[in-house]
């Protein structure tokens, strides 16, 4: 399936998800963040943070679940991530944002009811309080970007009755793609720690410069691809089928470094 063709030129728009060895890493979020301030035109910032609730979880009893690289979410451990990903992280990125003159404004998804999901009904796997996404508010994103304010979305969204959910930051940063690309030319950037995606995760020379659904499915086979990849690609493909422009994963040099080597999806 081919990307949606563009009836008209649309307004650059770019959405960035950084991950948690990032955030775990106080230079390497520094030095991302004055990056991602200097980028010219529109721009949302998607966040993670699962190894800091993960710490938290455990130094409070917790033990924390994960399947294909999602998290298990009860009561207990919802708590744990809306304070780890809507408090700490999330205030803490917007206040460096701030000291990079970038005007950012924090946000989980039942924020002006900006992304609002359904509870996971799995047949046979109860994630718990887990969501996925039903709906992005772009009426309101859009008038947040045309006033210079640059979102920063944590893993929270919410039901619209009143409950918080965990929900990927991949996805997240997928689902805004796909709705703000009917209003913008959207290019979707995943940043980590890793060059790119790797045929050998211990080799980060083995970067795939450029992997397709067909190469996809060939390296889960192989298990070359496994754990929180999956649900990261799963989220490029989805995209691209659905009117996004272009999506890239690599370390966060890319977004500077024209040298640097980087994934690029494609369908």
Not at 176 to 192: G, K, M, P, Q, R
Not at 238 to 264: A, E, F, P, W
Request: a negative charge.
């Amino acid at each position: 399936m081919s990307p949606k063709p563009k009836t008209k030129n649309l307004k650059p728009l770019s959405i960035i998800k950084i991950g948690g060895n990032i955030i775990d890493n106080p230079a390497e979020l520094a030095q991302f963040l004055i990056d991602f301030s200097i980028i010219e035109g529109d721009k949302i910032l998607v966040h993670g943070g699962g190894k800091s609730a993960t710490k938290m979880a455990e130094s409070i009893g917790l033990i924390p679940q994960m399947i294909d690289g999602r998290r298990i979410t009860d009561a207990a451990m919802l708590e744990v991530v809306v304070m780890i990903y809507a408090g700490q992280i999330n205030k803490n990125i917007v206040a460096q944002l701030q000291a990079n003159f970038t005007n950012a404004i924090g946000f989980s998804g039942a924020d002006g009811n900006l992304i609002q999901s359904d509870k996971r009904n799995h047949l046979t796997i109860n994630y718990g309080y887990v969501g996925d996404v039903k709906k992005v508010n772009t009426e309101l994103l859009e008038t947040l970007l045309s006033n210079g304010i640059v979102p920063v979305f944590c893993a929270i969204t919410h039901d619209g009755k009143g409950q918080l959910l965990n929900t990927n930051a991949d996805t997240i940063a997928s689902e805004l793609a796909i709705a703000l690309s009917e209003v913008f030319d959207v290019t979707l950037n995943y940043c980590f720690e890793k060059p790119g995606v790797l045929y050998d995760a211990e080799d980060d020379s083995s970067v795939i410069e450029n992997i397709n659904q067909e190469l996809y499915s060939k390296l889960k086979v192989e298990k070359a691809i496994h754990s929180g990849m999956i649900p990261k690609l799963d989220n490029c493909f989805n995209s691209l089928s659905k009117g996004v422009q272009k999506i890239k994963i690599g370390h966060h040099r890319m977004l500077q470094d024209k040298t640097s080597l980087y994934t690029s999806i494609e369908l």
